[in-house]
């Protein structure tokens, strides 16, 4: 069974930055790609960033693009979304998922594992 946890949401003011932080139990954390995922109140689930099991693939939605960073640390079982800049319209509940397959992730359909999310608030 694989278990995601995220931490580091808050309440931080525009032009802020945050870093989330996602770790792995269960299962074999380098087999998997690793994403991120936010909803806002009323909106869909959508994917913001994603990166492959070596890291050298990454995937970032144009409204992010320029100011988040994704990375990860397999010996930590960990993935991270440094998000620089922040903008009152990033303000979601953030999702930490996994999927054996990159392209998944681009996409909230058929995602293996999802995390419990954590919120992130950004005031104006």
């Known amino acids: 069974q694989v278990n995601l946890v995220e931490t580091g949401g808050g309440l931080v003011q525009a032009g802020d930055s945050l870093r989330l932080s996602c770790e792995r139990s269960?299962?074999?954390?380098?087999?998997?790609?690793m994403g991120w995922f936010r909803q806002a109140p009323g909106k869909e689930r959508e994917s913001v960033a994603a990166i492959s099991w070596s890291s050298v693939t990454t995937y970032y939605a144009d409204s992010v693009k320029g100011r988040f960073t994704i990375s990860r640390d397999n010996a930590k079982n960990s993935v991270y979304l440094q998000m620089n800049n922040l903008k009152p319209e990033d303000t979601a509940v953030y999702y930490c998922?996994?999927?054996?397959?990159?392209?998944?992730?681009?996409?909230?359909?058929?995602?293996?594992?999802w995390g419990q999310g954590t919120q992130v608030t950004v005031s104006s």
């Open positions: 998922a996994a999927d054996r397959l990159f392209g998944r992730l681009k996409t909230t359909q058929g995602v293996d594992y």
């Open positions: 269960g299962g074999m954390f380098s087999n998997y790609a």
